[in-house]
């Protein structure tokens, strides 16, 4: 008898660590909500992503995992609805892709855990009360929105010396605009430069917006991480082109479509920084005690055959720093 109870522990001390529903054969996989903001077509190369960093954690879809995705399809009046669609089918945790996505979870639930996938600045939108303490069903991963506009401006300012008058493409409709708005100017002013606000809305806005830069006399394009303007980002640059205008982006997913520069966080750092937050919801933490995570690894990409394109000589040191530079 005692050499059987020996064997037993044996054998349950070599079962490889599991999660908690797997562990315990339940019949009910987890069911996570993933409430995009985006179209669905423009997260789907993103979504393999966050599949095998959650599979990395033992959290597989098709066993012991289901994804229920929602998309608002670039139109912020949709999120409430489907935030609420989330909420009724009984989703364990809502993974909310950006601001608006976020601020719209918030206020379907107070009590089912919420995991941002990359807010600018989660406090003071009043998501959370603290990076390290935020107190309530709201955690996640943060990307410093302000700081890296702030750096973009800088670093095309070193691009082209010569510029004053920047044209920043932004919709206000997002949470995250107008705390932007509000600090870019002091950024500017210490670069010697005006930014000028051009907003779009609808992807029917940026015909206007593009005659609007024009008539500004704008001599160079700031874009921020705006997924409404990620969908028109080969418009943006083409205009650019053509008028021969630099452009900077606070994300480097923006460059395949042949911008100057960009500098934003590692964007394939995101997922995992996701799935560890699901990971210790799923097993018991509360988000409430949850630091905030902040990104820690940043790109800084130039497109230097925009820059003989458009006729524009980059400085050496300036090149020497990105860390790719496309030929």
């Not at 409430?80 to 009984?90: E, M, N, T």
């Not at 932004?170 to 705390?179: D, E, F, L």
């Not at 593009?210 to 943006?236: C, D, M, N, T, Y």
């Not at 230097?304 to 000589?313: C, D, E, F, S, V």
């Amino acid at each position: 008898m005692g050499r059987r109870v020996v064997g037993l522990a044996l054998a349950l001390a070599l079962v490889p660590c599991l999660p908690f529903s797997a562990v315990g054969q339940q019949s009910k996989p987890v069911q996570i909500g993933l409430l995009l903001y985006s179209s669905a077509s423009v997260f789907a190369p993103r979504l393999p992503l966050y599949r095998q960093a959650l599979a990395d954690l033992g959290w597989v879809e098709g066993r012991n995992l289901v994804i229920q995705e929602r998309s608002a399809e670039q139109q912020n009046d949709r999120l409430p609805a489907l935030a609420a669609d989330l909420v009724r089918s009984g989703v364990s945790i809502i993974l909310a892709e950006n601001a608006s996505a976020t601020r719209a979870a918030m206020q379907a639930t107070s009590t089912i855990p919420i995991v941002m996938m990359g807010v600018g600045d989660p406090v003071r939108y009043g998501f959370v009360k603290s990076l390290a303490q935020p107190g309530g069903n709201v955690t996640g991963a943060s990307f410093l929105a302000g700081e890296v506009i702030a750096k973009t401006l800088e670093l095309l300012k070193e691009a082209a010396p010569r510029i004053t008058r920047v044209a920043f493409l932004v919709n206000p409709t997002n949470p995250g605009a107008a705390p932007i708005l509000a600090d870019l100017p002091a950024t500017a002013q210490r670069l010697g430069v005006r930014v000028i606000e051009v907003d779009v809305v609808t992807a029917d806005d940026f015909e206007r917006a593009f005659a609007s830069i024009v008539g500004e006399k704008a001599e160079a394009i700031l874009v921020g991480p705006e997924q409404l303007v990620f969908s028109q980002r080969h418009r943006i640059t083409a205009f650019a082109e053509k008028q021969r205008l630099p452009s900077a982006f606070a994300s480097v997913s923006f460059m395949d479509a042949g911008g100057l520069m960009a500098y934003s966080p590692v964007g394939t750092d995101i997922p995992p920084r996701v799935a560890r937050f699901v990971d210790k919801i799923l097993r018991g933490a509360k988000p409430a005690d949850l630091p905030v995570d902040q990104p820690t690894r940043f790109d800084f990409v130039i497109n230097a055959k925009t820059a003989k394109a458009i006729g524009l000589t980059l400085p050496p040191l300036l090149l020497q720093r990105a860390d790719r530079v496309i030929e």
